[in-house]
């Protein structure tokens, strides 16, 4: 079955950084968009990144672009998401997602994500 298994999260302080992957089996991993969503407590499940399947193509939410970086690996079937200058407001539990098979557009709409990881918990102190 499909799985999609987050590194560990942790606790950084405002301004540091920290790389989360994502290790994915049982898919075809080289022909899905790959996501990072992100859910703090008592909100919605939020998009933070995505990528194409080829890797050419990125989107970002506007509250991490320039500080986050997504990036995939399909030989090792794992994705990244190195999180730069954290502030206390990324503070989440953070989740990989596979998304459509071998389509042009990104989707940035968690429906359209097929396949979830458990969530790894990032803490982010002021």
């Known amino acids: 079955q499909v799985q999609l298994v987050e590194s560990a999260g942790g606790l950084v302080q405002a301004g540091g950084s920290l790389r989360l992957s994502c290790a994915a089996s049982g898919l075809t991993f080289s022909s899905y968009t790959m996501g990072w969503f992100r859910q703090a407590p008592g909100k919605e499940r939020d998009f933070v990144a995505a990528i194409s399947w080829r890797g050419g193509t990125t989107y970002y939410a506007d509250s991490v672009k320039g500080r986050f970086t997504i990036s995939r690996d399909n030989a090792k079937k794992t994705v990244y998401l190195q999180m730069n200058s954290l502030e206390p407001e990324d503070t989440a539990v953070y989740f990989c997602?596979?998304?459509?098979?071998?389509?042009?557009?990104?989707?940035?709409?968690?429906?359209?994500?097929?396949?979830w990881g458990q969530g790894t918990q990032v803490t982010v102190s002021s």
């Open positions: 997602a596979a998304g459509p098979e071998r389509r042009t557009v990104v989707p940035l709409d968690r429906l359209a994500y097929t396949f």
